[in-house]
């Protein structure tokens, strides 16, 4: 599986942005699919994650209920919608593949990375 992350950008606070990962590979329809950032000096965290079907996904603490994790496995793509951006969402951002259908939040987890977005949100 090849992943492809695009979408960031520079943004202001309370703005939006919605990141897109395109995979290639058949496998991608029964992955499970994540959304890691990293942040200067800080190791990576977890964002998000959604199973292969779509009908089950879990969020960090900190994006909860102003990020959603969709997937079109018709288009091979999975995406990020981030809403009400804070400074501290500052971070470069990254797709994972994960060849479970189960859902996971631990970085050593996923099998395939993308090359990273950056997303900058100035205040």
């Known amino acids: 599986v090849q992943l492809q992350a695009s979408g960031g950008g520079l943004v202001q606070a309370g703005g939006s942005l919605r990141l897109s990962c395109a995979a290639s590979?058949?496998?991608?329809?029964?992955?499970?699919m994540g959304w890691f950032r990293q942040a200067p000096g800080k190791e990576r965290e977890f964002v998000a994650a959604?199973?292969?079907?779509?009908?089950?996904?879990y969020y960090a603490d900190s994006v909860k209920g102003r990020f959603t994790i969709s997937r079109d496995n018709a288009k091979n793509t999975v995406y990020l919608q981030m809403n009400s951006l804070k400074p501290e969402d500052t971070a470069v951002y990254y797709c994972?593949?994960?060849?479970?259908?189960?859902?996971?939040?631990?970085?050593?987890?996923?099998?395939?990375w993308g090359q990273g977005t950056q997303v900058t949100v100035s205040s």
């Open positions: 994972a593949a994960r060849l479970s259908p189960r859902i996971v939040s631990m970085t050593g987890s996923y099998d395939y």
């Open positions: 590979g058949r496998t991608f329809s029964s992955s499970s």
């Open positions: 959604i199973n292969w079907s779509g009908g089950s996904y």
